[in-house]
């Protein structure tokens, strides 16, 4: 049986049926309710229940807690409704507004940037805006659109996305093993919540694995390039594997040397033995440095998360645990399909 969900922040209802979610259905009809990961993990889609009864799939306890659930706050991603209801987005007035475009285009260069990692630059029939740091559905012929974060801030009608060969068949590896200048393109967006907020002027905290330095890089171009912002404090932590996974360091260098404010660490957690880098998992050195900071570090302070899941959700707690609330930590974690069919399955 099919609920209307009035969705007040919007002014808008909908109709969702049964095993929908609220978010599935409102993107369905173009609203542009914020979302990040989809998959519970974030937050970014977090509402408030105001009438009405739904049942939550699995999430993840940093993106909401026992608590908010109990005063009425669900994940508009995770939320089937078995009533009609009505709730209001959160922190709604946060939220940027972009108008969401189905636009035409084509791939315009291809760059391997690692063993596993693309760079491909697409030119739009017309420019598309969107914030750093958030994400849009990209579909080349043939092949299902995925979700890819924007690797620069807004420029014109180009777009850069960071793409990771994630196996061998799929749209990663035709992207990665077959993709050629002139290739057709659909891209859908902006989305996502998990963007620089541009007004502020407090300590931004960035942590990238792997592919997740796109989003994150996009970030800190964009606030290093700000003239108010470029005396704030910039941490950046960087994991990879091993030395083969690392990439864009010298860009990073350059940032450093034209702001000294922004610092940037790289981690590897396989490195050798001989290596004269940080070692280890980049949440542990990101525990360390905390503690060295300390906590007025934190005072109007922002984190930027982006990479594999388990590495977010651990840089959150750690993040929450050294202070800081968990309304300033916008996470964009990276989940393939198979893991967002597992959360599925284990609802």
């Known amino acids: ?63 909401l807690t026992d608590d908010e659930r109990a005063r009425g706050i669900i994940l508009a991603c995770r939320a089937e409704p078995r009533s009609d209801c009505t709730l209001a987005v959160m922190n709604y007035d946060d939220a940027l507004s972009h108008p969401l475009k189905q636009l035409q285009g084509e791939v315009i260069s291809v760059q391997k940037l690692t063993h596993d990692i693309a760079a491909i630059r697409l ?59 002139g290739e057709p393109v659909a891209v859908h967006g902006p989305m996502g919540f998990a963007f620089l907020r541009e007004q502020e002027t407090g300590p931004i905290f960035a942590v990238a694995g792997g592919s997740g330095l796109a989003p994150i890089r996009a970030i800190l171009t964009a606030a290093l390039n700000n003239s108010k912002t470029t005396q704030r404090p910039i941490n950046l932590w960087f994991g990879a594997r091993t030395e083969s996974d690392v990439y864009l360091e010298e860009e990073l260098k350059e940032l450093q040397a034209a702001c000294p404010s922004f610092k940037a660490d790289i981690v590897l957690s396989e490195s ?20 060295k900071l300390g906590k007025q570090a934190l005072d109007g302070a922002r984190a930027y998360l982006a990479g594999p899941p388990k590495m977010v959700e651990a840089a959150q707690e750690i993040f929450i645990a050294a202070g800081l609330d968990n309304s300033r930590i916008h996470a964009d974690a990276f989940y393939t399909e198979e893991d967002k069919a597992a959360l599925d399955i284990t609802r």
């Open 1 to 63: 049986m099919s609920h209307v969900v009035n969705l007040v922040t919007f002014d808008e209802k909908i109709e969702v049926g049964p095993d929908e979610t609220i978010l599935e259905i409102a993107l369905e009809e173009n609203i542009s309710y914020p979302y990040g990961c989809a998959s519970g993990n974030c937050g970014a889609c977090k509402s408030r229940l105001i009438i009405g009864n739904v049942e939550m799939r699995s999430h993840s306890s940093f993106a």
């Open 272 to 291: 050798k033995d001989d290596s004269l880098r940080r070692t280890g998992l980049v949440t542990e050195a990101i525990r360390s440095d905390l503690e």
């Open 123 to 181: 030119r739009l029939s017309e420019p598309l805006e969107y914030t750093a740091g958030q994400f849009a559905s990209v579909a080349f012929p043939g092949f299902p659109a995925r979700d890819y974060s924007f690797a620069t801030p807004p420029m014109n009608n180009e777009l850069e996305f960071h793409i990771r060969r994630m196996g061998d068949q799929g749209v990663s590896a035709f992207v990665f093993d077959e993709l050629e200048v």
